[in-house]
């Protein structure tokens, strides 16, 4: 019925997919890391003749994953990072940017002994532009946490990373590694 009136509508999946590695080391111990992100958005496509061709996303998800693999002749453990986000935008992302803010996405760094959760800080906000007291969150970094303390942060604005606490230089190694690929990923 919809031909009849010239309207098109179709469905479509983008995919985009990037990859890296790199190596990290202090004084006494090393990483290999090897980075992967993916990025799935769906959405309908709707085309009037001449006069209209616009899409609405409906889906969004992404999942990034990165491996820290040692030396071969090392004491450290292989470590992993789990983060993404899966959210309906059924209004379009923009709009669900607007009532919602940025999608969180949240992880964590393990090596199936030890796990820091990572999460997300907002270090910038601003104003909607169609409602006053709205404020729309932006996600400008993250903070990696480890037995319920603030470890250490990375801020994707500044391209930079800071410990808090004292921790092993294991644990230190691991989150400048994770820190990197954030960084990296964001290039």
Same mark, same amino acid.
């Given at each position: 019925? +919809?031909?009849?009136?010239? +309207?098109?509508?179709? $469905?479509?999946?983008?995919?985009?997919? $990037?990859?890296?590695?790199?190596? =990290?080391? $202090?004084? @006494?111990?090393?990483?290999?890391?090897?980075?992967?992100? /993916?990025? +799935? #958005?769906?959405?309908?496509?709707?085309?009037? !003749?001449?006069?209209? $061709?616009?899409? =609405? @996303?409906?889906? /969004?998800?992404?999942?990034?994953? @990165?491996?820290?693999?040692?030396?071969?002749?090392?004491?450290?453990?292989?470590?992993?990072?789990?983060?993404?986000?899966?959210?309906?935008?059924?209004?379009?992302?923009?709009?669900?940017?607007?009532?919602? #803010?940025?999608?969180?996405?949240?992880?964590?760094?393990?090596?199936?002994?030890?796990?820091?959760?990572?999460?997300?800080?907002?270090?910038?906000? !601003?104003?909607?532009?169609?409602?006053? /007291?709205?404020?729309?969150?932006?996600?400008? !970094?993250?903070?990696?946490?480890?037995?319920? /303390?603030?470890?250490?942060?990375?801020?994707?604005?500044?391209?930079?990373?800071?410990?808090?606490?004292?921790?092993?230089?294991?644990?230190? +190694?691991?989150?400048?590694? @994770?820190?990197?690929?954030?960084?990296?990923?964001?290039?």
């Amino acid at each position: 019925m +919809l031909s009849n009136t010239g +309207l098109e509508v179709n $469905d479509s999946v983008s995919k985009t997919s $990037d990859s890296y590695h790199f190596g =990290i080391a $202090d004084t @006494a111990n090393a990483f290999l890391v090897f980075c992967s992100r /993916q990025y +799935l #958005g769906k959405r309908t496509n709707y085309k009037a !003749g001449e006069k209209a $061709d616009f899409s =609405i @996303a409906s889906q /969004q998800s992404s999942k990034f994953s @990165a491996a820290f693999i040692p030396p071969a002749k090392t004491t450290m453990d292989e470590w992993y990072v789990e983060m993404g986000y899966n959210r309906a935008t059924p209004d379009g992302v923009i709009a669900a940017t607007i009532r919602e #803010g940025m999608p969180l996405e949240n992880g964590f760094v393990t090596n199936k002994k030890y796990s820091i959760t990572i999460e997300p800080l907002f270090i910038k906000a !601003g104003k909607s532009r169609t409602n006053e /007291q709205e404020v729309v969150k932006v996600t400008g !970094g993250y903070s990696f946490h480890y037995r319920e /303390q603030v470890i250490g942060v990375v801020d994707l604005f500044n391209a930079s990373f800071s410990f808090f606490s004292e921790t092993g230089s294991t644990h230190k +190694l691991v989150v400048a590694a @994770a820190a990197s690929a954030l960084l990296l990923r964001n290039r």
